[in-house]
């Protein structure tokens, strides 16, 4: 997500900070940042878009001697999630006295309540993000001891946190924390480097101290002193790290694609953060706010999207209609526009992008906005098109995905979409137990996925076994239909193997007259409703010599003993099942891709963001 530098030591800190920011750019980014301490006096610059802009605005707004001689700053890259990607919401926030800056990854959950409360004792805010709340606070209780009201300010805030900050007051010194969000000090000759991330540090030392939650601290040129959130000194090792800057890029994995899909855990507790509703069991969904007529006159849902977000929307239509009784349908967003869509005040359309900005979903929105109905989007991207235009929606938070094929963007997107037919369900027909209930579930996820991932080695193996096939089925029923169509379209994406996904009982009507033993069948045969049939197609594959790669849940005591090839999730409610089987497919993909050498990152003929139709 974003990027933390900062720096004191004994070097010009302006173009350390920038090429750190540099190292950081492949994390996904929209705005940026720097704040320097020079003579008891604090220097801001910011912009939306690039850091190259940044540098160049440096080099045109500070003369030489500032640059030269300031050897302590802190620097940003913003990935937005409270506000659109703005000059005004870039990192550093300065608190009320304008003196001290904060740069923040993270989100803090109640800020706004914090922010209710300054403004209530006359603080001013400049931009929409829950940072400028924490500066603000930092700066009320900052009384000549940085580290103190830092320990103090923290101590009201609920949510996740990596910080740097800096105070015109303090010269060769910054405070850093962290909490959820990760923060590492690289300890050098007579300078000190902080970062969220370990590729901004190594080409400078590999002498690393890895913060713990809840830690604090107090960061010179001589190195950190380390203390808890009650100011008392705690120590912490120093490690070295190995590792190679470019596997640094990719937090050590060999491809972004392999490193988003071992995040899911970490995305899906951010997706989740500060929305379950324990009390009531229901969804906190803070930009889906209906007034109760526009609520009850809901009669129809219809989700529209492209690619993975409409294999999610295929699989959040079982949510909305078994949790809120809403029939649901789902539509490719490109097709929509050019039938009559018979659509209006009683139908909520809810638009699903990663991007926010594909042209087919963004022409549907309008299109849907026009006839009159209640258009709701679900992005990953703050400030994307389809995020604006439609007004109302919730972020996934998933971080940015960089990896062309979409993985932790589609867990994510099935998330929401639960909660949505949650908060949904509650208000239509599902008892408060029933709610608590699914909030359980959804607090379960990180944990199934985590599960689902330690299968990486044996489902390496298998795809070793596959890699060589020149066409591939998938088959499924129910929940696990739409994950057979997104597994297929996982496979063909970097593979470039052909895949095609098909309901289970669909494979008989036709396509079965392509199986024989070059062509091996992927069949989703999970504990959920219609299992046993699909048993019963797996049968009917074999009896034509079709290799079978089953994917079933781990201590079924039901599984027949013609199973041979098998990839194991572990059990949960059918609901969760779609998650954790993708997960096992994403990783199938990646690894026969990986076997027949193929890009995976950047694959042939296809974009990350299709903004065109
Ligand atoms: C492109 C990407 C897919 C993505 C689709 C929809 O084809 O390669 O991974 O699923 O667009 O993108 P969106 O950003 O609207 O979810």
């Keep these: 997500m974003c990027g933390i530098i900062g720096y004191v030591g004994h070097r010009p800190a302006a173009e350390i900070l920038i090429n750190g920011l540099r190292r950081l750019e492949y994390r996904g980014y929209d705005s940026a940042g720097i704040a320097l301490i020079d003579n008891g006096r604090l220097n801001i610059l910011k912009n939306a878009g690039k850091v190259n802009l940044l540098a160049e605005r440096m080099r045109a707004s500070w003369n030489a001697e500032l640059l030269n001689r300031a050897t302590l700053g802190i620097a940003h890259t913003r990935w937005a999630t409270h506000g659109p990607p703005t000059e005004v919401n870039a990192h550093p926030h300065t608190d009320q006295t304008g003196r001290l800056a904060l740069v923040h990854n993270g989100i803090i959950e109640n800020y706004a309540s914090l922010r209710r409360q300054l403004e209530g004792r006359g603080h001013k805010f400049l931009s929409q993000t829950d940072t400028e709340v924490l500066a603000h606070l930092i700066g009320e209780f900052y009384k000549g001891d940085l580290v103190d009201a830092v320990c103090a300010a923290l101590k009201h805030v609920e949510g996740t946190y990596g910080i740097a900050c800096v105070s015109a007051d303090l010269p060769g010194?910054?405070?850093?924390?962290?909490?959820?969000?990760?923060?590492?000090?690289?300890?050098?000759?007579?300078?000190?480097?902080?970062?969220?991330?370990?590729?901004?540090?190594?080409?400078?030392?590999?002498?690393?101290?890895?913060?713990?939650?809840?830690?604090?601290?107090?960061?010179?040129?001589?190195?950190?002193?380390?203390?808890?959130?009650?100011?008392?000194?705690?120590?912490?090792?120093?490690?070295?790290?190995?590792?190679?800057?470019?596997?640094?890029?990719?937090?050590?994995?060999?491809?972004?694609?392999?490193?988003?899909?071992?995040?899911?855990?970490?995305?899906?507790?951010?997706?989740?953060?500060?929305?379950?509703?324990?009390?009531?069991?229901?969804?906190?969904?803070?930009?889906?706010?209906?007034?109760?007529?526009?609520?009850?006159?809901?009669?129809?849902?219809?989700?529209?999207?492209?690619?993975?977000?409409?294999?999610?929307?295929?699989?959040?239509?079982?949510?909305?209609?078994?949790?809120?009784?809403l029939p649901t349908e789902v539509e490719q967003a490109a097709e929509f526009r050019y039938r009559n869509?018979?659509?209006?005040?009683?139908?909520?359309?809810?638009?699903?992008?990663?991007?926010?900005?594909?042209?087919?979903?963004?022409?549907?929105?309008?299109?849907?906005?026009?006839?009159?109905?209640?258009?709701?989007?679900?992005?990953?991207?703050?400030?994307?098109?389809?995020?604006?235009?439609?007004?109302?929606?919730?972020?996934?938070?998933?971080?940015?995905?960089?990896?062309?094929?979409?993985?932790?963007?589609?867990?994510?997107?099935?998330?929401?979409?639960?909660?949505?037919?949650?908060?949904?369900?509650?208000?239509?027909?599902?008892?408060?137990?029933?709610?608590?209930?699914?909030?359980?579930?959804?607090?379960?996820?990180?944990?199934?996925?985590?599960?689902?991932?330690?299968?990486?080695?044996?489902?390496?193996?298998?795809?070793?076994?596959?890699?060589?096939?020149?066409?591939?089925?998938?088959?499924?029923?129910?929940?696990?239909?739409?994950v057979a169509l997104e597994g297929a379209l996982k496979l063909k994406e970097i593979s470039y193997i052909h895949a095609e996904g098909y309901h289970a009982a669909e494979l008989k009507h036709g396509p079965i007259a392509l199986l024989d033993e070059n062509v091996p069948v992927l069949a989703l045969a999970c504990d959920v409703p219609g299992k046993d049939k699909t048993f019963s197609n797996i049968q009917e594959c074999r009896a034509r010599q079709a290799p079978v790669l089953s994917v079933v849940t781990d201590g079924d005591p039901s599984l027949p003993e013609m199973l041979t090839d098998i990839i194991r999730v572990p059990p949960s409610s059918p609901r969760l099942t779609p998650i954790t089987v993708v997960v096992a497919l994403q990783l199938f993909a990646y690894h026969v891709a990986r076997i027949r050498g193929c890009p995976i990152d950047q694959p042939k003929n296809l974009a990350k963001s299709v903004t065109v139709e």
């Design 173 to 325: 010194a910054m405070v850093v924390a962290r909490k959820g969000s990760p923060l590492l000090i690289g300890v050098g000759e007579n300078e000190t480097i902080v970062a969220s991330d370990v590729s901004a540090i190594i080409s400078h030392t590999r002498q690393v101290i890895y913060l713990d939650d809840n830690d604090v601290a107090l960061v010179t040129a001589a190195g950190a002193e380390i203390r808890d959130i009650n100011n008392i000194s705690v120590s912490r090792a120093v490690a070295s790290v190995d590792w190679e800057e470019s596997a640094a890029e990719k937090g050590g994995f060999a491809h972004f694609m392999l490193k988003e899909i071992f995040e899911q855990p970490d995305a899906l507790q951010n997706t989740m953060r500060g929305r379950l509703d324990e009390e009531m069991g229901s969804a906190f969904l803070a930009g889906l706010q209906f007034t109760p007529r526009e609520m009850a006159g809901i009669r129809r849902v219809v989700i529209l999207a492209c690619g993975t977000s409409m294999h999610a929307g295929m699989v959040g239509r079982y949510f909305f209609e078994e949790l809120a009784d």
């Design 341 to 482: 869509p018979l659509i209006g005040g009683h139908d909520l359309v809810i638009a699903i992008s990663q991007s926010g900005e594909t042209a087919d979903t963004l022409a549907a929105v309008r299109e849907a906005i026009q006839k009159g109905a209640l258009v709701v989007s679900l992005c990953n991207v703050v400030g994307s098109t389809i995020a604006r235009e439609t007004g109302r929606g919730v972020y996934l938070h998933a971080g940015p995905e960089i990896g062309v094929a979409s993985t932790k963007a589609f867990t994510s997107q099935l998330l929401v979409l639960l909660m949505m037919a949650l908060k949904f369900g509650r208000s239509r027909r599902l008892s408060r137990e029933e709610g608590l209930e699914i909030c359980r579930e959804v607090r379960s996820v990180p944990g199934l996925v985590r599960e689902t991932l330690k299968q990486n080695d044996a489902i390496a193996a298998l795809a070793a076994r596959y890699a060589k096939a020149r066409d591939f089925f998938y088959i499924g029923r129910g929940l696990l239909y739409p």
